[in-house]
């Protein structure tokens, strides 16, 4: 069965200190990745998605991921971050063919001013 | 260019009663999902739905649940008996089923179980 871990269930960083969200999955098969972001009251939004190709993926609001299969890992990254970055962060995968997400936990980040 | 639409917004039900929660999808995306999202956890895979077919319901409670997305209308959940355990945020997504497309969520509905 698939599954998502994320490492960190809450982080705090100061503003313009550098992110790295971990993300780690469990599946045999090949799969797409996505990072979601969820802002206090708000609905998921996409950050980023990996498909093929490079396997690192720009995505919107500066922030990164690197596809690492080896390691079968996807972790998110931003040098620098912002107070309004402040929000939960899920990991997610599916299968290549489509069908549901499977999410991690989620990882809340708390960015001071 | 209306993204996924939940309703209620919130939604307060007393125990034994029943919650319709309802979803509708972008316009042209044939293929809806539910998720469920509990205090200090992630969201929890429900359900996958396309027009008028259940395609995994794999993350459905065997009893008091059941979902359903008509030909015509909305996406609808509904949770029968409802007891205080069932309170959570309820998110819906869509998505038009091509492989290299993502999924939109919704705003959700937030049920309290009184």
Known sequence: AQ???????????????SLELGCNYSYGGTVNLF????????HLQLLLKYFSGDPLVKGIKGFEA?????????????PSVQWSDTAEYFCAVRNNQ????????GTELSVKP | NAGVMQNPRHLVRRR?????????????????????????????????LQKENIIDESGMPKERFSAEFPKEGPSILRIQ??????????????????????????????????
């Open chain 2, 16 to 48: 034994g009663q029943e919650a319709r929660l309802r979803c509708s999808p972008v316009k042209g995306h044939s293929h809806v999902y539910w998720y469920r999202q509990l205090p200090e956890e992630g969201l929890k895979f429900m359900v996958y």
């Open chain 1, 35 to 42: 990072w979601y972001v969820q802002y206090p009251g708000q």
């Open chain 2, 81 to 114: 008996q409802v007891v205080r355990g069932d309170s959570a945020a309820y998110f819906c997504a869509s998505s038009p089923g091509e492989l290299n497309y993502g999924y939109t969520f919704g705003s959700g509905t937030r049920l309290t179980v009184v």
């Open chain 1, 3 to 17: 599954s998502v871990s994320q490492h960190n269930h809450h982080v705090i960083l100061s503003e313009a200190a």
């Open chain 1, 98 to 105: 489509g069908g549901k997400l499977i999410f991690g936990q």
């Open chain 1, 66 to 78: 690197e596809f690492i299969k080896s390691k079968f890992s996807f972790n998110l990254r931003k």
